[in-house]
């Protein structure tokens, strides 16, 4: 890839954080997977469309808008190269033929001017160094009049896996966790600074509503805190205590999993800001 503004990103994605992500895509999948009607609803990919799916991780929205867009086709952009490989993996091995992946910071990459139809994101805009640089670079690629839909992650009060990391306060430094604002995943918790930043990059139309959905995160207690300590906020946060205080966070979290334990499975409600808007046509 070319270079990137997101040095600190690029590294966590390469690494650590990326590694969980391509190793654990199907438990994220499930996770997340409620918000996907919603978002490709939102931008309204139909037949014929060329559509970017930007942060696309392992590929699955950018598989089920290749197979909505049918003649058209869907471009996945990411930094994270294992995250790509196993995008590409499951294209090939799910047949999908229409869609292509690319490792690329969406924030500089030149992408073709008027290339695309719609823009599409399941929690990948969050983390850019510069937001207003990274969604006009993403409003050039769009044809006028293309849309743009993307989820991110709103603030803690609905959030339940974020109560539940929560829990890990009293042993761990869990700070202004969860906090909008920001670089990372809250940065833009705060629906207000979602709005400046997208008009201050050109687009019109702009709407922001709440969504919310139940995601599956495991089978049980033990091992969902144990998925959530090893993902990245979780090795954070215990990386900075000894092992008898990781244990004790761990017993805490594992408590407040149970009060969701169903049926064997552990679910955990999600809300996330639905954002459209459009480049001026
Ligand atoms: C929370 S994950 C979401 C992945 C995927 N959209 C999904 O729903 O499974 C965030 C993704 O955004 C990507 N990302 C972060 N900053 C980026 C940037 N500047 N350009 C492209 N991708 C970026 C990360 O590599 C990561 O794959």
Redesign the pocket.
């Known amino acids: 890839m070319r270079t990137t503004a ?1 040095v600190e ?1 690029h590294q966590a ?1 390469n690494g650590h954080e ?1 590694a969980h ?1 391509a190793q654990h895509q199907d438990r ?2 499930a996770v ?1 997977a409620g918000f996907d009607e919603p978002l490709l609803t939102a931008a309204a990919v139909g037949a014929g469309d060329h559509v970017l799916d ?5 590929g ?2 950018t598989r089920l808008a290749a197979r909505r867009a049918g003649h058209g086709s869907a471009l996945g ?4 190269a294992p ?1 790509l490989a196993r995008a590409r993996e499951s294209a090939r091995q799910e047949k999908v033929a229409n869609v292509e992946f690319e490792q ?4 500089t990459h030149p992408l073709d001017p008027a290339a695309f139809d719609a823009a599409i ?4 805009v969050m ?2 160094a510069d937001p207003v640089a ?1 969604f006009a670079n993403i409003a050039r690629a769009l044809r006028p009049g293309g849309r743009l839909a993307f989820v991110c992650s709103a603030a803690a009060e609905r959030n339940e896996w974020l109560q539940a990391m929560a829990a890990l306060g009293a042993h761990l430094p869990t700070g202004g966790f969860g906090t909008p604002g920001g670089p990372g995943m809250f940065s833009l918790a705060d629906s207000g600074r979602v709005r400046e930043v997208l008009a201050a990059a050109g687009f019109t139309g702009i709407a922001v509503a709440g969504v919310e959905a139940y995601g599956t995160w495991g089978s049980g207690a033990e091992e969902v805190a144990d998925f959530l300590l090893d993902s990245g906020p979780g090795r954070h946060l215990t990386g900075q205590v000894g092992p008898v205080d990781r244990e004790r966070a761990r017993a805490d979290l594992v408590a407040v999993l149970r009060g969701h334990e169903r049926d064997g499975a552990v679910r955990l409600r999600s809300a996330a800001w639905l954002v459209t808007a459009h480049r001026p046509g």
């Open positions: 997101n990103q994605w990326g992500w994220w999948d997340n930007i942060g696309c991780g392992a699955s929205t952009l990411d930094l994270s995250m690329a910071d969406a924030q994101s399941r929690f990948g983390f850019f990274a």
